[in-house]
């Protein structure tokens, strides 16, 4: 079983920055793909970053160029840097470790806001 913590999460000004991180329970982590998902009030759950055991990375479109996702197997954590934050970024953020045949293991969550 696979424990996931997030942190990181608060209320931000458009354009400020904000860095979420992730730490998993097991030293394995490394061999797993993470990323992180957000959901938003009335909407479905969507794909933010991901990075696999091997560092490839992958951005929804729309934070392309903003966010930066990156992992320390050292410390067995993933974090997600934000910067140029806008209001149409607030959800909550969810980080998930997935491996075949082991399943996909999701943390608890982290709330963003972006306002003024």
């Known amino acids: 079983q696979v424990q996931l913590v997030e942190s990181g999460g608060g209320l931000v000004q458009p354009g400020g920055s904000l860095r979420l991180a992730c730490a998993a329970s097991i030293s394995s982590i490394r061999i797993y793909a993470m990323g992180w998902y957000r959901q938003a009030p009335g909407k479905q759950r969507e794909l933010v970053a991901r990075i696999t055991s091997s560092g490839n990375t992958n951005y929804a479109d729309s934070v392309t160029g903003r966010f930066t996702i990156s992992r320390d197997n050292a410390k067995n954590t993933v974090n997600l840097q934000m910067n140029s934050l806008r209001p149409e970024d607030t959800a909550v953020y969810y980080c998930?470790?997935?491996?075949?045949?082991?399943?996909?293991?999701w943390g608890q969550g982290t709330q963003v806001t972006v306002s003024s």
């Open positions: 998930y470790a997935a491996r075949e045949p082991a399943g996909t293991y």
